[in-house]
C-alpha cells in the first residue's frame, strides 16, 4: 500500500455552521481543539440543528462568540445566541475522518448502498494511495492510525457512510501534509 497523507484540517466552531480550514490543529483527548464548541440557540430555548436549519451551513465562524452569533442571526432572521457545548452531541465521536477520493465518489453519487452524499464535515481529509479504487478507510474500524504524534483508534462508521470516526488514543498536533500510518494493534505500522 503507498503513503496516506493528511491534505485537510476543518474545525467546527458553532455546531451546523461552515468549517474552518486550517493549517496545523491541536489535538486533545475530545478532539480538535476549538471543534463544536458552540451551539446555536433560539429564543425558545431551542437548539438549532443544521439539518433543520440549512441557513446555518452559510455562516463561517470567527471563533468570536458574540460576533458568530450576530452573523448567525442575520442568516437565519431570528435572534438567537451561542452557547457552550459541554458534552459530545449524542452519537458524535472526537474525530471524523475521510478520504478525498470518497469525497469525489460522493460528489460524483457513487456511494455505498443506504449511505448519503451529503457533506460530512469532516476534522481530517486524507489523500489514500493511487492504488487505492475501494474504500480503504471503512477497513480501518478497529483499528489506530499515527498522524505525527497524534494516534487515533477509528470506532465506527457514520450514519451518513462516508469516512470513518475515531477517538483519541495519543493527544498531540497534526498538519497538513503529515504522513498517516496505519498501526496494527497499537504497535507497528502496516503498509
Do not use: F
Not at 462568540?65 to 432572521?77: Q, R, Y
Amino acid at each position: 500500500m503507498g503513503p496516506v497523507t493528511v491534505v485537510g484540517i476543518s474545525v467546527y466552531p458553532v455546531r451546523g455552521c461552515a468549517g474552518t480550514p486550517l493549517e496545523r490543529a491541536d489535538v486533545g483527548a475530545g478532539g480538535l481543539v476549538g471543534d463544536r464548541a458552540y451551539a446555536v440557540v433560539d429564543l425558545s430555548g431551542r437548539v438549532l440543528r443544521g439539518k433543520d436549519t440549512p441557513a446555518l451551513a452559510g455562516v463561517t465562524p470567527t471563533g468570536h462568540p458574540d460576533l458568530d452569533a450576530a452573523a448567525v442571526t442575520a442568516a437565519v432572521g431570528t435572534p438567537v445566541r451561542l452557547e457552550p457545548l459541554t458534552g459530545r452531541p449524542d452519537g458524535a465521536a472526537a474525530v471524523h475522518l475521510v478520504s478525498r477520493q470518497a469525497l469525489e465518489r460522493a460528489a460524483s453519487g457513487v456511494v455505498p448502498a443506504g449511505c448519503g452524499t451529503e457533506d460530512p464535515r469532516a476534522n481530517l481529509v486524507l489523500d489514500l494511495p493511487a492504488d487505492d479504487s475501494g474504500d480503504l478507510e471503512r477497513a480501518w474500524v478497529g483499528r489506530r492510525l499515527r498522524l505525527g504524534p497524534v494516534v487515533l483508534e477509528v470506532t465506527r462508521l457514520p450514519r451518513h457512510c462516508l469516512g470513518v470516526y475515531a477517538e483519541v488514543a495519543q493527544p498531540g498536533t497534526v498538519g497538513v501534509g503529515d504522513a498517516v500510518q496505519i498501526l496494527d494493534g497499537g504497535a507497528e505500522p502496516t503498509g
